[in-house]
């Protein structure tokens, strides 16, 4: 028998963070989706979420990261950092 790594499932901020660094210069969907290891029906649920919000847009078939994902993503490592401290 194998010692496996015990699995950790992602949680959704980690998704949506990976998806908006990968297209922080424009990237296809192709590219976004082995990026973040998503399938096909995942990534366009996530892209149509950070759509709607204007996390992200859509240039003819590249999707590149608008200045409010931008802020998200500063506003989740300030998170990270503020959790990861000893207090």
């Known amino acids: 028998m194998q010692n496996r790594k015990p699995t950790r499932r992602r949680v959704r ?3 949506i963070i990976g998806i908006l660094e990968t297209a922080q210069h424009g ?3 192709t590219h976004i989706m082995n990026k973040v290891n998503l399938n096909w029906k ?3 649920y996530y892209l149509n ?3 709607s ?3 992200i847009k859509k ?3 590249i999707y590149r990261t608008t200045e409010k994902g931008l802020d998200v993503i500063e506003a989740c490592k300030i998170c990270l ?4 401290s000893n207090f």
Do not use: A, G, P, R
């Open 49 to 51: 979420h950070l759509s």
């Open 53 to 55: 919000k204007n996390f």
């Open 42 to 44: 995942q990534l366009e």
């Open 27 to 29: 990237e296809t969907k």
């Open 59 to 61: 240039e003819d078939k």
């Open 81 to 84: 950092k503020l959790t990861n």
């Open 13 to 15: 901020h980690d998704i």
